[in-house]
């Protein structure tokens, strides 16, 4: 059973940053592009960075472009989202979820390409 495990949520003040983690196993880091989305309660969940499974393509939101960050680490194994310059509306649960149907120097927002997704950790900015 493929599994990915959140972490790094919490409350931060608008202005901050913030490092979400998603770990994996490594056979899903060498397979599987890896995507971070997030869902405000009330509204429909939304992409906001993805990694192909060559670690070679990336690919973010319109909102976040300048502002988010994503990597993959092998001697960690995860998956790391960086979020700089955070304002309250980054407030949202935020998911990652892997991909084995892209091709592998591509990544997508596509939800419906993801077959495995975390359980979420929750980002709070507010002062």
């Known amino acids: 059973q493929l599994q990915l495990v959140e972490s790094g949520g919490g409350w931060v003040r608008p202005g901050g940053s913030l490092t979400l983690s998603c770990s994996v196993a490594r056979s899903t880091l060498e397979w599987y592009a890896i995507g971070w989305f997030r869902q405000v309660p009330g509204k429909e969940r939304e992409g906001v960075a993805c990694i192909s499974a060559s670690g070679t393509a990336t690919d973010y939101a319109a909102s976040g472009k300048d502002r988010f960050a994503i990597s993959k680490s092998y001697a960690t194994e995860a998956v790391a989202l960086r979020i700089t310059r955070l304002i309250p509306e980054d407030t949202a649960v935020y998911y990652c979820?892997?991909?084995?149907?892209?091709?592998?120097?591509?990544?997508?927002?596509?939800?419906?390409?993801?077959?495995?997704w975390g359980q979420g950790t929750q980002v709070n900015v507010s002062s």
């Open positions: 979820a892997a991909d084995s149907k892209t091709p592998f120097r591509q990544c997508t927002f596509d939800e419906a390409m993801y077959e495995h």
